[in-house]
């Protein structure tokens, strides 16, 4: 498909004045924002949402010191799958990535083994006690992102991972039993005072823009329990089960598609985060 061979080729490593840039969003504020947060309909012209994608894309490059993301949230609620997708984004824009791979069932390790060779994205496995020193040893060996896939449960050395981590990322399905874990978390996150982001995950596509009622359900309770909830939605998507079967990012597979109109509006949110030191703007 040529549209997708040309849409996110590699850049440059240029490192943009941060405040300066981070204004700069244009092509009618990427296209309100996707129709607010990246959703998008399947009959959506696919200039107008090619013309978006790119600009959400080339909004911002590298953060100038590495920064740490970690995805929790209960076992399938889509922690190792969000932690590449975030990688590829990352990687596409011409970070160095390192993925420190915590999850027992070494998912991501998997997924690179698939992926192969790629100078962008490095995986390492990691025990859970070794994440803050693993960190540190990331930020000094010159990565711009470090992205951690965390287990089912946080181990003993969670402290140390609060300290070592700039923002987590709370994933959560529409579901009774992942609101129910998604409620812990947060306050296991409120406690140590980390700052997140709750994102919903495979969750049922909108249509016309409109939440499903169970996402809508879903972001009410959330809401109930913090502020710190994103309005858009990682929907269930096939393109996103196909793309990490070939070890690629759906920005890669399918760049001018819904899936990756999500997944960037998820970054273009973490990354407004991220540049204020995980203070919601
Ligand atoms: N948005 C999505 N659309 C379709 N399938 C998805 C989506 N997100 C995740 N999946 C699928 O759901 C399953 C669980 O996802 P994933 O392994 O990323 O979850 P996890 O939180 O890392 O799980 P675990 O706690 O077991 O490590 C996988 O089969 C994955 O392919
Ligand atoms: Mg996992």
């Known amino acids: 498909m ?9 850049h440059s490593r240029t490192v943009l004045p941060v405040a300066a840039h981070a204004k700069v969003l244009g092509a009618k504020a990427a ?18 949402l090619r013309a978006g994608l790119r600009t959400l894309f080339r909004r911002d490059r590298r953060f100038g010191a590495c920064k740490t993301l970690c995805c929790v949230g209960k076992g399938g609620a889509g922690k ?34 698939i992926r192969g060779s790629d100078p962008g994205i ?17 930020r ?20 140390a991972l609060v300290r070592a981590t700039d923002l987590f990322v709370l994933l959560a399905r529409p579901s009774v039993f992942d609101l129910s874990t998604a409620q812990a978390w947060i306050r296991q996150l409120d406690a140590g005072r980390a700052p997140f982001l709750t994102a919903i995950t495979a969750a049922q596509p909108r249509r016309s823009m409109i939440d499903a009622p169970t996402v809508r359900d879903a972001r009410e309770i959330l809401q109930t329990r913090t502020p ?10 096939q393109s996103i089960v196909l793309a990490t079967a070939q070890g690629k990012g759906v920005i890669e597979y ?3 598609g819904a899936a990756s109109a999500e ?19």
């Open 254 to 256: 399918e760049p001018v």
């Open 228 to 237: 710190h909830v994103w309005r858009g939605q990682i929907s269930t998507r």
């Open 122 to 138: 490095t995986v390492k496995q990691c025990a859970y006690n070794h994440l803050e020193l693993e960190c540190q040893t990331g």
């Open 2 to 10: 040529k549209l997708s061979l040309d849409l996110f080729h590699s």
């Open 31 to 48: 296209q309100t924002l996707l129709l607010a947060e990246g959703a998008v309909d399947p009959g959506v012209d696919r200039v107008w």
């Open 263 to 281: 997944y960037l509006v998820l970054w273009h949110r973490l990354w407004d985060r991220l540049v204020t030191n995980g203070a919601p703007q």
């Open 80 to 113: 190792s799958t969000t932690t590449s997708q975030l990688a590829v984004i990352a990687a596409k824009k011409g970070m160095h990535v390192l993925i420190l791979d915590c999850d027992r069932q070494r998912s991501v390790s998997g997924w690179k083994r």
């Open 140 to 159: 000094k060996a010159g990565f711009d992102l470090i992205l951690i896939d965390h287990p089912q449960q946080p181990g003993e050395a969670w402290p």
